[in-house]
T-cell receptor, first 108, second 112 residues
Framework: KNEVEQSPQNLTAQEGEFITINCSYS?????LHWLQQHPGGGIVSLFM???GKKKHGRLIATINIQEKHSSLHITASHPRDSAVYIC??????????FGKGTRLHILP | SQTIHQWPATLVQPVGSPLSLECTVE??????LYWYRQAAGRGLQLLFY??????ISSEVPQNLSASRPQDRQFILSSKKLLLSDSGFYLC???????????FGEGSWLTVV
């Protein structure tokens, strides 16, 4: 069993829909990282959060450290949001465990 | 500000040929450096990480090796490529994993 689990694995939605991607982890961590990988392969950091909620534009990330669960939400989704979204759990100064990613496809 | 670069961006190599992917980080010192591989349709697999010059930890047995000849330089190598080495390779760095990680642009390797 992977120590970081994401759901769903694949998600197709219509433009404008509210999107939720979930991440559960079994390792003891103090923060969680959300990343976005575009079709070309490059990976960019979206959020690093240790409690509560963070918002950046149409993206919202929440985390509950006690329940070991985090969610990434996209409001008013757009085709340009189509990408793979990855959650990552750093559990030592030098180690990071990645989820397998959620492939999101937004239809125009 | 810190930046990370890796090259080449794409590579097509015959089976049995050598490989060298290079990664450099600017704007920081003594970073943790990582090499990841992402096979088609799969998640990120950690290949090597380094916490300092000459210090390399290998996560999985494989046909690849890594070296860190300078503080901000990380090289992924192979003496003889296999078909199964094809994939997308990403270099990354962090100060401390808990503070986040930044990735290079990635290198697409196709072994033919």
């Amino acid at each position: 069993k992977n120590e970081v689990e994401q759901s769903p694995q694949n998600l197709t939605a219509q433009e404008g829909e509210f999107i939720t991607i979930n991440c559960s982890y079994s390792v003891g961590i103090s923060a969680l990282h959300w990343l976005q990988q575009h079709p070309g392969g490059g990976i960019v950091s979206l959020f690093m959060l240790s409690s509560g909620k963070k918002k950046h534009g149409r993206l919202i990330a929440t985390i509950n450290i006690q329940e070991k669960h985090s969610s990434l939400h996209i409001t008013a989704s757009h085709p340009r949001d189509s990408a793979v979204y990855i959650c990552a759990a750093p559990y030592r100064d030098d180690k990071i465990i990645f989820g397998k990613g959620t492939r999101l496809h937004i239809l125009p | 500000s810190q930046t990370i670069h890796q090259w080449p961006a794409t590579l097509v190599q015959p089976v049995g040929s050598p490989l060298s992917l290079e990664c450099t980080v600017e704007g920081t010192s003594n970073p943790n450096l990582y090499w990841y591989r992402q096979a088609a349709g799969r998640g990120l697999q950690l290949l090597f990480y380094s916490v300092g010059i000459g210090q390399i930890s290998s996560e999985v047995p494989q046909n690849l090796s890594a070296s860190r000849p300078q503080d901000r330089q990380f090289i992924l190598s192979s003496k003889k490529l296999l078909l199964s080495d094809s994939g997308f390779y990403l270099c990354a760095w962090s100060v401390h994993a808990r503070q986040g990680i930044d990735f290079g642009e990635g290198s697409w390797l196709t072994v033919v």
